[in-house]
């Protein structure tokens, strides 16, 4: 069972946002400060997107945003486009281990 | 360019072994933190192994505490998972992944692992 807790799976059309939560369900990891999130592509390595909840990577759209209240990460993705369709998972880091969420499908109807 | 080559994977019965390498280029392997993560068919992705830069620090989770060895050879800029008395549920692919600072920011294309009779 994941220490963080995602949807199962969002959809969304072409050009609109969504947004994706992750919430920490343990004790350890309410305070996570350092939280990111990763794109997968069926049969690809994931890759990351957000780092220390809020960070863009180079290379990495300016569409996808990272936010955290409280115990709760978010992803949001800006017009959607259907090159965004894949597994998105969110991760919260501790001084030596990553511990990740049970990933969420996101479909581009 | 980073890169992470992991091999070594293959079909093995229970209670066997095996020893996964991943070849690190494009940066000095020694200078960070490196972990395992492994993705069981059609599931999520599972945190396995963590080495510090130092060595100093190392970790598992404990599905794999007491079976599972990670470790690095730095002259050869590589980094090793030893796989120990492997069950069912070990199957996966087992990815190579390099930290920078609280993230995982490099991922090498990963290898299978499928422990069957």
């Known amino acids: 069972q994941s220490a963080l807790t995602q949807p199962a799976s969002v959809s969304g059309s072409p050009g609109q946002s969504i947004t994706i939560s992750c919430t920490g369900t343990?004790?350890?990891?309410?305070?996570?400060?350092?939280v990111s999130w990763y794109q997968q592509h069926p049969g690809k390595a994931p890759q990351l997107l957000i780092y220390?909840?809020?960070y863009r990577p180079s290379g990495v759209s300016h569409r996808f945003s990272g936010s955290k209240s409280d115990n709760t990460a978010s992803l949001t993705i800006s017009g959607l486009q259907a090159e965004d369709e894949a597994h998105y998972y969110c991760s919260s880091y501790t001084s030596t281990s990553l511990v990740f969420g049970g990933g969420t499908k996101l479909t581009v109807l | 360019e980073v890169q992470l080559v992991e091999s070594g994977g293959g079909l093995v019965q229970p209670g066997g072994s095996l020893r996964l390498s991943c070849a690190a280029s494009?940066?000095?392997?020694?200078?960070?933190?490196m972990n395992w993560v492994r993705q069981a068919p059609g599931k999520g992705l599972e945190w396995v192994s963590y080495i510090s830069n130092g060595d100093s620090g190392i970790s598992y989770a404990d599905s794999v505490k007491g079976r599972f060895t990670i470790s690095r050879d730095n002259a050869k800029n590589s980094l090793y998972l030893q796989m120990d008395s492997l069950r069912a549920e070990d199957t996966a692919v087992y990815y190579c992944v390099k930290a920078a600072g609280t993230a995982a920011d490099n991922w090498g294309q990963g290898t299978l692992v499928t422990v069957s009779s």
């Open positions: 343990s004790s350890d990891f309410a305070d996570f400060h350092y």
């Open positions: 220390d909840v809020r």
């Open positions: 494009g940066f000095t392997l020694s200078s960070y933190e």
